[in-house]
C-alpha cells in the first residue's frame, strides 16, 4: 500500500501522436509502450485524483521527445535523438528515413511553412500529464 501524496508523470497518447515528430517523421514511435493506461485510469488506481497538462516550453533542454518541439534541427543530431527513449529503442530503419525527410523539409523551407503556429508559442501540450492523488490513508 502506498502512503501519502503520490505524482506520475505520464503522457496521453492522444495527445501525443498527433505531435509532428510523431505523425509525420517517425509512426513507428505509436507502436512502443501501448499498454501504458491513460492519465485517467492512472489517476483511478491511485484512488482518484486530479490530472494536469505540463506544457513544454519552448526553450526545454531535457531531452524527451517534445522537447525539442520548437527547434526540429536538434532532431538531427544524433546525440540529441540517443536521449529520447521513443526514438532510441527504435530500429534506424524505422527511424532514418523520417529524420532524412525532416532534413529535407527544413532545408527546404517546408517544415517552417508547415508549423509557422508552432514558432509563435511560448509552450506546447504535447501530451504529457501530471498526476497527483493523495494515495491511501
Known sequence: MVQGPIAVLSWDWEIFDR???????????RTLDLDLPSPEVIAELLGGGR?????????????????????PEAYLD???????SGLARLLPAQVDPGIRRLADDLSSGEWHRRHADLLEL????????????????
Open 78 to 84: 544524433p546525440a540529441v535523438r540517443r536521449t529520447i
Open 51 to 71: 490530472v494536469e497538462i505540463v506544457a513544454v516550453p519552448a526553450d526545454c533542454t531535457d531531452g524527451f521527445c517534445a522537447a525539442w518541439w520548437r527547434r
Open 19 to 29: 505531435c509532428w515528430m510523431v505523425a509525420e517523421y517517425v509512426p513507428a514511435s
Open 122 to 137: 511560448d509552450s506546447y501540450d504535447a501530451g504529457y500529464r501530471l498526476i497527483g492523488a493523495a494515495g491511501q490513508q
